[in-house]
Nanobody
Framework: QVQLVESGGGLVQAGGSLRLSCAAS????????MGWYRQAPGKQRELVAS???????NYADSVKGRFTISRDNAKNTVYLQMNSLKPEDTVAYYC??????????????WGQGTQVTVSS
């Protein structure tokens, strides 16, 4: 089993910055892709940014140039630096990790979510 613990959400004024962190622990041999998603009430969860084990990144068009995803493999942690935040970024953010366990099985795990609120 894999646990993902997120932190860093909160309230910020428009134009401000926040940094989200997500630490993975448990039955992990290696971590492939990690990513951040967000979901507004009544809407589908959507990709914000992802990063592979080779540090290839992918971003939603709405956050390109404002958000930066990075990872620390030694700490099994992924970060999302969010700059120039807008009120429309207000939503719950979820961490996702694609891991390989000691038995050679592949798992996809989700964090519990962290709320980001941007005031205008």
């Amino acid at each position: 089993q894999v646990q993902l613990v997120e932190s860093g959400g909160g309230l910020v004024q428009a134009g401000g910055s926040l940094r989200l962190s997500c630490a993975a622990s448990g039955n992990i041999i290696s971590i492939n892709a990690m990513g951040w998603y967000r979901q507004a009430p009544g809407k589908q969860r959507e990709l914000v940014a992802s990063i592979t084990s080779g540090d290839s990144t992918n971003y939603a068009d709405s956050v390109k140039g404002r958000f930066t995803i990075s990872r620390d493999n030694a700490k099994n942690t992924v970060y999302l630096q969010m700059n120039s935040l807008k009120p429309e970024d207000t939503v719950a953010y979820y961490c996702r990790a694609h891991t390989l366990n000691v038995a050679g099985s592949s798992w996809v795990s989700w964090g519990q979510g962290t709320q980001v609120t941007v005031s205008s």
